[in-house]
């Protein structure tokens, strides 16, 4: 049974700084890995998509990684500002069972 | 291209009525996928839907709660006889594929039960 975990589970910095988010998933037989944002009170809105065949995937500020054979994607922030704030979430889709398993997310506060 | 659609977004129900939340996917999605999501929690899976067929209800409460995906018209998640428990934000998300496509969330429908 997959399971996807996060760390940290919060994280508080001062704007400006490079960080960095991590996801471990336990089964590596996935197809892609989505990272997520969820502003509160909002849903989730998609961040980056990394296919099973990529290693890495960029979105401006952002950069997603996989690494499947360590089961593990971290997610990079550069430059952080406060409209960063929110939680992260990265989810894998099913690979036996039906649902998408999201980890549990990391709740980030960007300092201004 | 309109993203996935969710209304009402907020809905009051006194206990014992019903709530009806609709849900109309992506263009071209065929999968549609249930959440629920308390204050200061995770989301939890409640259910999967194909076009007129549940896939995977093992995340839905047994009772009071039900799911359709018509062949014609938006994705329904109806809860009947609603009590104080049920108040949460519901998320419907869809995907062009069952494993390998991406995931698009709506706003979500806050039922909030007095």
């Known amino acids: 049974k997959q399971e996807v975990t996060q760390i940290p589970a919060a994280l508080s910095v001062p704007e400006g700084e490079n960080l960095v988010l991590n996801c471990s998933f336990t089964?590596?037989?996935?197809?892609?890995l989505q990272w997520f944002r969820q502003d509160p009170g909002k849903g989730l809105t998609s961040l980056l998509l990394?296919?099973?065949?990529?290693r890495e995937q960029t979105s401006g500020r952002l950069n997603a990684s996989l690494d499947k054979s360590s089961g593990r994607s971290t997610l990079y922030i550069a430059a952080s500002q406060p409209g960063d704030s929110a939680t992260y979430l990265c989810?894998?889709?099913?690979?036996?069972?039906?649902?998408?398993?999201f980890g549990p997310g990391t709740r980030l506060s960007v300092l201004p | 291209n309109a993203g996935v659609m969710q209304n009402p977004r907020h809905l009051v129900r006194r206990r014992g009525q019903e709530a009806r939340l609709r849900c109309s996917p992506m263009?071209?999605?065929?999968?549609v996928y249930w959440y629920r999501q308390l204050p200061e929690e995770g989301l939890k899976f409640m259910v999967y839907l194909q076009k007129e067929n549940i896939i995977d209800e093992s995340g839905m409460p047994k009772e009071r709660f039900s799911a359709e995906f018509p062949k014609e018209g938006p994705s329904i998640l109806r809860i009947q006889q609603v009590v104080r428990g049920d108040s949460a934000a519901y998320f419907c998300?869809?995907?062009?594929?069952?494993?390998?496509?991406?995931?698009?969330f709506g706003e979500g429908s806050r039922l909030t039960v007095l």
């Open positions: 263009k071209g999605h065929s999968h």
């Open positions: 990394i296919q099973s065949s990529q």
């Open positions: 089964d590596s037989a996935i197809y892609n």
């Open positions: 989810a894998v889709p099913p690979n036996y069972g039906q649902n998408f398993v």
């Open positions: 998300a869809s995907s062009p594929q069952a494993n390998t496509g991406e995931l698009f």
